[in-house]
């Protein structure tokens, strides 16, 4: 007996288009259960569109970073932004169909909203958002801390369209003893366990009302990239970007503190009295991260690069310090002896990355070493050496610095 073989649907033949980015020529054809060779390849420069210099720290989940010179645009391409995920990325998104509902023991009303609705019915906004990991720079720690081993580049500042989530906020109502909100996203547990939930983060009430906390539906001008959270993403830049939740289908407006996996416990968390390495500290003595610290990259030149001697060459690079401003960039290239003050460039908008630039001469031949050290708009500088020591290694927004030769 033979029986008629299927083929694949419009829908999944769209879908599957929209994550290879183009045509598929003869598609049709492609049986329903066919799974193209594209996404079996565990390439992540090809499977992510991540620029070949991207450093892949693991692939399940999947987490990969930039290397510092990778950084020099003022705006980051997809190419360049680092990925950072606690789960799987969803499967079969079907943006057509996709809700967002908004509820919780403080919303005044529940209000589910699709993608066209979020389009059509409030205003968009532009922002660009400086997104920095909260575990940038653990490798640093010793004793060392478990996780993801990021060194410089769990950073970007991409440009997010979409709504304003006070804007949400209001349309819902949120009741006067709201103090959190926290985001439920698709992706689904490495364990496979359906009921598990990822991560479900959030940000306290006066964040989420900020003009720039976004429900994004757009980066860089397009459809968010699959694995920035396709279709649909809160926005929260100058938290660490564990608070900008990818794939949301579910916001809660809370009366607590909201206590989602990866809100409680010791995660995203570090002691709220400094303690010395190693120290164990207790869960009651572990505070949220909120604002990230002021920091700074060097992302030209290349460390390693041969200059000319004789001609002035330019240094530059980005600087952020979470919701605050930067004031000041300096740098060094005596080992911290003196600093000379680069020029700073304002932000393109508030928790925005700010460009900075120097003309730097060097003496004579041989090895140098150039060190960034921002300030931001409270007076306080980016530490020369890695700063205080926590259980899982977060906040490490030590001096970046690179090697360069006279030749
Ligand atoms: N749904 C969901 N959202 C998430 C995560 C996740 O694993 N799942 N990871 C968070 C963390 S820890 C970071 S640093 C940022 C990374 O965003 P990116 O991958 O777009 O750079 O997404 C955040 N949002
Ligand atoms: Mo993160």
Not at 137 to 156: H, I, L, M
Request: hydrophobic fraction near 35%.
């Amino acid at each position: 007996m033979t029986k008629r073989r299927e083929f694949i649907k419009k829908s999944a033949l769209a879908s599957l288009t929209s994550i290879i980015g183009t045509e598929i020529v003869f598609g049709e054809k492609m049986l329903a259960k066919y799974s193209p060779i594209f996404l079996e390849q565990n390439d992540p420069q090809t499977l992510f569109n991540k620029h070949k210099e991207m450093t892949t720290l693991n692939d399940r989940p999947w987490n990969i970073e930039a290397k510092a010179h990778l950084l020099d645009d003022l705006v980051t391409p997809e190419d360049r932004m680092f990925i950072r995920n606690n789960g799987v990325i969803p499967k079969n998104i079907d943006a057509n169909n996709w809700k967002l509902t908004i509820e919780g023991e403080s919303a005044k009303a529940t209000k589910t909203y699709t993608l066209s609705d979020l389009k059509n019915n409030f205003k968009s906004h532009t922002y660009q958002l400086t997104l920095e990991c909260g575990g940038n720079g653990r490798s640093e720690f010793n004793p060392p801390a478990k996780g993801n081993q990021w060194t410089v580049g769990a950073v970007s500042s991409a440009k997010w369209t979409g709504v304003r989530l006070k804007d949400l906020l209001t349309d819902v109502g949120v009741k006067a003893d709201a103090v959190y909100i926290g985001y439920y996203g698709k992706d689904t547990h490495l364990s496979g366990d359906p009921s598990k939930v990822v991560i479900s983060r959030g940000v306290p009430i006066a964040k989420a009302m900020q003009d720039e906390t976004l429900i994004a539906y757009q980066m860089n001008g397009k459809d968010i990239p699959l694995a920035h959270g396709y279709p649909l993403r809160l926005i929260a830049g100058g938290y660490p970007a564990s608070a900008s939740g990818k794939w949301i289908d579910r916001l809660v407006v809370r009366n607590i503190v909201h206590d989602g996996p990866k809100m409680t416990g010791t995660a995203y968390r570090v002691p709220c009295e400094a303690v010395a390495p190693g120290t164990e500290v207790p869960e009651d003595q572990m505070c949220i991260i909120e604002s990230m610290p002021v920091k700074s990259l060097v992302t030209y030149p290349k460390s390693g690069a041969l200059i000319k001697l004789g001609n002035s060459f330019e240094v530059r690079g980005k600087a952020w310090a979470g919701e605050l401003s930067v004031k000041e960039v300096h740098i060094s290239i005596d080992f911290g002896a003196t600093w000379q003050k680069a020029k700073l460039s304002p932000p393109a908008n508030r928790l925005a990355w700010q460009p900075w630039s120097v003309n730097v001469e060097l003496p004579k031949k041989g090895y140098y070493e150039v060190w960034a050290k921002a300030t931001d708009s409270e007076g306080t500088s980016q530490p020369m050496v890695v700063p205080g020591w926590n259980p899982k290694g977060y906040l490490n927004n030590a001096c970046h610095r690179i090697a360069v030769k006279a030749v």
